[in-house]
């Protein structure tokens, strides 16, 4: 288990070059906790097994880099390590490139019911998200999306692959948001 503790000022964790690993292949991180304002930038997390965004302010990553850990929880419904429970947002930053999300099983999972997912364009190009699968926020009205163009002015182009869908008929989204300087 890693913990980063970031505090009211957003922490960036970077690479300048080739993206660093956390961990490596056959010896996988069993889970990244995050806590506060903390960023990643280039950082390879294919060795990450699961992610927890507890009681965060703010997690963004930069590029969509964290989505290809296998799971991913955002908020906590209890209080866990002495904090009490909270949303917790989790911001995948496409930043004028293209992402998919879900391309190979992955899971979001909405721990508390207002825990946020947002996805957001910082830069001015254009970017395409990918739902390769369906978010499902596993009961109904858990969860916000929130689909964010930043002040940049780039647009967030949202597709999806076969019949994926933000929620499920059965198990709704509890909000839909957009934001941002762009159009949709």
């Known amino acids: 288990m890693l913990l980063l503790l970031g505090t009211e000022n957003l922490i960036t964790l970077q690479d300048d ?15 990244l906790n995050v806590l506060g304002n903390v960023a990643f930038n280039n950082i390879d997390t294919t060795n990450v ?4 965004i507890i009681n965060t302010m703010q997690f963004v990553d930069v590029c969509g880099i964290t989505n290809q ?3 991913i929880n955002i908020g906590a419904a209890n209080a866990s390590l002495g904090l009490p429970a909270a949303a917790g947002s989790y911001t995948i ?11 190979n099983g992955q899971t979001i999972n909405f721990v508390h019911e207002d825990a946020e997912l ?22 109904p009205n858990k969860g916000k999306l929130a689909v964010d163009s930043g002040a940049a ?7 999806n692959v076969g019949n994926a869908t933000y929620g499920t008929v059965v198990n709704k ?8 300087n762009s159009t949709f």
């Open 118 to 139: 947002v996805l957001q364009n910082s830069a001015a190009g254009d970017s395409t998200i990918t739902l390769n699968a369906t978010l499902d926020p596993g009961d």
């Open 49 to 52: 097994l699961a992610f927890n």
């Open 17 to 31: 070059c080739a993206a660093k690993a956390i961990c490596t292949a056959g010896n996988e991180l069993a889970s």
């Open 69 to 71: 850990i296998n799971v």
């Open 153 to 159: 002015g780039g647009q967030v182009i949202l597709t």
């Open 93 to 103: 930053d496409a930043n004028g490139a293209n992402v998919g999300i879900f391309a």
């Open 173 to 180: 989204l509890k909000a839909l948001e957009f934001r941002g």
